[in-house]
């Protein structure tokens, strides 16, 4: 018997500019235009349900573009009382983008950009959050390791930062970002996303055919 | 077919649109027969649970007086974000204004519907995807703007700030979408009006657009932006978002209490 993957069944937010290190590296520019000033609150963005790719499947990189960026990530799967129930690799694709300045829709929600760990980790056998440690490997080699201790807003922190101004809902999945230095993969790749505690996420990606 | 989504005596029920005191959708008629005055119902966004979450695009600056009032250049591609579904709310419920806002504004809207899965449907094809339409109320809540992925999410995905119906009208009784009446009354008074003809994008080319890169699927709303006109709200403020044929959208702002 297998069991079907995991999917989420809420809304999927992304959050930009949670890792230290990309915070630093935008720094320069964030007081130029068009950003004018540092983000005062969490900067997010919607994942939504046409990018979800389940663990295993491939992933298809659209005719235009040469190759995409990888974002390893851990989500918070919301329970029902608004906690975290658990926790899931994610794997953000994105086309690769320079602005920040707009809601960048046609770079992250292109079809299948959403990879989705195999299972839920159970947040009640997490001691903290900071302690995880993601590996993202190409075709077998090792291309970043993400350190989650280096949060600009840590797990909890997150998440009444988010609910200040809006309510997660029961499954709704908020994801914790991606650092900076992401791998960039092309068709033929095949991307594995692990951390030790969680079933290691497995996504290919293939080529678009023409239509 | 002007459907509704309602709670009455405490059961949802799905309804369509029924006359009333000389009003052509002044009542619901309920799935039990039964005829309902809007007032005495509890209203819910008019659109059927989708399986997955539904994918809800949203533009911004999509009508070109518009974005000359916002100082703008029209954009040349369309500027859209995603909200998330728990900001939508039904007809006659309350939207938040925060403690301490300055300037909170309603946003008019043509919602389409998606009827049927969509993906690279071209322009001439894009009207046989759309199920139906229904009215938005965009809010934002303007003192929270920055430069990050504007309009960012503190902006226009708070709860409440989505005001969504009364009616799902079926795409069939609305023989031209690109030339409706829009406004919006506050208190009565008439603050914004407009018509969809002045879209700078309009459906078919939207819908063509987005399924270029992704699918869409049944349910999946598009919230087709807004004309100028927009003022602020203040708690108490009713505000009614009403487009010709399509349905008035009474919302009530309430504040701190």
């Given at each position: 018997m297998t069991l079907s993957p995991f999917l989420p069944t809420g809304t999927v937010y992304g959050t930009l500019l949670n890792f230290r290190t990309e915070v630093e590296a935008l720094a320069p520019q964030?007081?130029?235009?068009?950003?004018k000033a540092p983000p005062k609150a969490p900067v997010l963005y919607v994942k939504t349900a046409n990018t979800w790719s389940p663990h295993g499947s491939a992933i298809t990189v659209p005719a235009s573009v040469p190759e995409v960026e990888i974002g390893a990530s851990i989500g918070l799967v919301i329970g029902a009382?608004?906690?975290?129930?658990g926790f899931v690799l994610m794997n953000d694709l994105s086309?690769?983008?320079?602005?920040?300045?707009?809601?960048?829709v046609k770079f992250k929600c292109v079809d299948g950009f959403l990879g989705i760990g195999p299972a839920l980790r159970d947040?009640?056998?997490?001691?903290?959050?900071?302690n995880f440690r993601v590996e993202v490997r190409i075709n077998g080699a090792l291309k970043q390791s993400v350190d989650f201790?280096?949060?600009?807003?840590?797990a909890q922190q997150l998440l009444a930062d988010v609910g200040e101004f809006m309510t997660l809902a029961h499954g709704d999945v908020l994801l914790l970002g991606c650092d900076a230095g992401r791998p960039l993969v092309r068709a033929g790749d095949r991307i594995e996303i692990s951390s030790p505690g969680f079933e290691t996420l497995i996504n290919t990606l293939v080529q678009e055919t023409a239509a | 077919m002007k459907h509704a989504r309602v709670i009455y005596e405490g059961r949802e029920h799905i309804g369509t649109a029924h006359e009333f005191g000389g009003h052509p959708d002044a009542a619901v008629r309920l799935d039990d027969g039964r005829v309902v005055p809007q007032e005495q119902l509890t209203w819910l966004p008019p659109l059927a649970p989708t399986a997955r979450p539904r994918t809800i695009l949203a533009l911004g600056l999509n009508y070109a007086d518009h974005a000359k009032e916002l100082e703008f250049?029209?954009?040349?591609e369309p500027l859209v974000f995603v909200k998330g579904q728990s900001t939508l709310i039904g007809h006659r419920q309350h939207t938040h204004r925060p403690a301490g806002v300055q300037f909170m504004h309603y946003e008019c809207e043509l919602a389409i519907v998606i009827g049927k899965t969509a993906k690279n449907v071209t322009r001439d094809d894009a009207y046989d995807f759309i199920g139906g339409y229904t009215v938005a109320n965009?809010?934002?809540?303007?003192?929270?703007?920055?430069?990050?992925?504007?309009?960012n999410l503190r902006v226009?995905?708070?709860?409440?700030?989505t005001p969504l119906g009364p009616w799902f009208v079926d795409?069939?009784?609305?023989?031209?979408?690109?030339a409706l009446a829009l406004r919006t009354t506050v208190n009565g008074t008439v603050t914004q009006q407009g018509s969809t003809?002045?879209?700078?994008?309009?459906a078919p080319f939207l819908i063509e657009y987005f399924s270029r890169f992704m699918t869409l699927s049944p349910g999946d709303l598009i919230l087709t932006g807004t004309p100028d006109g927009v003022v602020d709200c203040k708690p108490g403020d009713v505000v009614v978002t009403e487009i010709e044929g399509v349905g008035a959208l009474v919302n009530t702002i309430s504040g701190n209490t």
């Open positions: 964030m007081t130029q235009p068009p950003y009382e608004g906690d975290i129930e086309i690769p983008h320079a602005s920040f300045f707009r809601p960048p947040a009640q056998e997490v001691a903290d959050p900071a201790s280096q949060l600009v807003r840590p | 250049k029209a954009p040349e965009d809010y934002a809540i303007r003192d929270y703007l920055e430069n990050w992925y504007r309009p226009k995905n708070r709860d409440t700030c795409a069939a009784d609305v023989p031209d979408p690109m003809r002045d879209m700078i994008f309009d």
